[in-house]
């Protein structure tokens, strides 16, 4: 076996041979610490088939192929293909897709995996600028047991966030509305070529076996929720006005559920909101 890509060595002989750099645009920063990748990988639960988001030169890719049955890698920068079709070239069970994965259709995705390889995991470390919107995708999906992500610190800590706080917002909610989260490990800025300004942290979702509900439900009750903190700020009587377009409606859904209409948003927890989208149902 070579060196793995992730060694700083091998990921700086590769950057140089084809003349790479990390483009911001794409929110790139390659893994250079092969601990911790191997670390993200083992605890992944990849053993049957596994999504990951932007492979980058596939210093994570290579550990979740030794792990995992099937890869498949989801990758917007075309000019990698050259980089990956040789540093991937070992492993014969990983599939690169060129495409961006918020306009893949998951389901379908999931759903040829799942019925192939067993069972289907997320293992990404995510870009930055495209971190929110992946996520509430993947939650959407519950045939995804597992959700193991490097993110940015700030970002993780909105996973356990409680009302009242700062970082309290839909991802909280969502998050925990779903799943068991639990932090890994912290992954300091050095462990990056080049490091960025922050620190990351891994994130693992484990799916939640007492939400039974169909992935259209989970949708709906999640675009509520986008629409209960669109502004945080703002009470929740008008942002649920704003949301729904009918004022009236809005005060009755609130009267019926118990809840001040100068509550705000960021103030309400998991039980309230779930009773005001009864109340609205």
């Given at each position: 076996?070579?060196?793995?890509?992730?060694?700083?060595?091998?990921?700086?002989?590769?950057?140089?041979?084809?003349g790479?750099?990390?483009?911001?645009?794409?929110?790139?920063?390659?893994?250079?610490?092969?601990?911790?990748?191997?670390?993200?990988?083992?605890?992944?639960?990849?053993?049957?088939?596994?999504?990951?988001?932007?492979?980058?030169?596939?210093?994570l890719?290579?550990q979740?192929?030794?792990?995992?049955?099937?890869?498949?890698?989801?990758?917007?920068?075309?000019?990698?293909?050259?980089?990956l079709?040789?540093?991937l070239?070992?492993?014969?069970?990983?599939?690169?897709?060129?495409?961006?994965?918020?306009?893949?259709d998951?389901?379908?995705?999931?759903?040829?995996l799942?019925?192939?390889?067993?069972?289907?995991?997320?293992?990404?470390?995510?870009?930055?600028?495209?971190t929110?919107?992946?996520?509430?995708?993947?939650f959407?999906?519950?045939?995804i047991?597992?959700?193991?992500?490097?993110?940015?610190?700030?970002?993780?800590e909105?996973?356990?966030?409680?009302?009242?706080?700062?970082?309290?917002?839909?991802?909280?909610v969502?998050?925990?509305?779903?799943?068991?989260?639990?932090?890994?490990?912290n992954?300091?800025a050095?462990?990056?070529?080049?490091?960025?300004?922050?620190?990351?942290?891994?994130?693992?979702?484990?799916?939640?076996?007492?939400?039974?509900?169909?992935?259209?439900?989970?949708?709906?009750?999640f675009?509520?929720?986008?629409?209960?903190?669109?502004?945080r700020?703002?009470?929740?009587y008008?942002?649920?006005?704003?949301?729904?377009?009918?004022?009236?409606?809005?005060d009755?859904?609130?009267?019926?559920?118990?809840?001040?209409?100068?509550?705000?948003?960021?103030?309400?927890?998991?039980?309230?909101?779930?009773?005001?989208?009864?109340?609205?149902r």
């Amino acid at each position: 076996m070579t060196r793995y890509i992730s060694t700083p060595s091998r990921t700086k002989e590769i950057l140089e041979q084809y003349g790479l750099h990390a483009k911001k645009g794409y929110g790139q920063n390659f893994l250079v610490d092969p601990v911790i990748v191997e670390k993200c990988a083992e605890a992944s639960h990849c053993e049957g088939a596994v999504i990951e988001i932007g492979p980058g030169i596939g210093s994570l890719t290579e550990q979740l192929a030794l792990h995992a049955e099937h890869v498949t890698a989801y990758e917007v920068d075309e000019a990698l293909k050259p980089v990956l079709a040789d540093t991937l070239s070992p492993y014969d069970n990983v599939e690169i897709i060129w495409q961006d994965f918020l306009k893949c259709d998951l389901k379908e995705v999931t759903g040829r995996l799942e019925k192939v390889y067993g069972s289907v995991s997320v293992c990404a470390n995510l870009p930055y600028y495209i971190t929110t919107p992946v996520l509430f995708k993947l939650f959407e999906e519950a045939s995804i047991r597992y959700i193991t992500v490097m993110v940015q610190k700030e970002v993780g800590e909105r996973f356990a966030a409680l009302p009242d706080s700062s970082a309290y917002s839909t991802l909280s909610v969502e998050g925990q509305y779903l799943y068991q989260v639990k932090k890994l490990f912290n992954v300091p800025a050095r462990s990056f070529n080049p490091s960025p300004a922050v620190d990351s942290v891994i994130i693992q979702f484990s799916r939640r076996d007492d939400v039974q509900e169909s992935q259209e439900e989970t949708a709906t009750y999640f675009a509520f929720l986008k629409g209960c903190f669109k502004q945080r700020r703002k009470t929740i009587y008008n942002n649920l006005k704003e949301y729904l377009q009918d004022g009236t409606k809005a005060d009755e859904a609130l009267q019926k559920a118990g809840i001040s209409p100068k509550t705000r948003a960021q103030s309400m927890g998991q039980e309230e909101l779930r009773r005001l989208y009864e109340a609205l149902r």
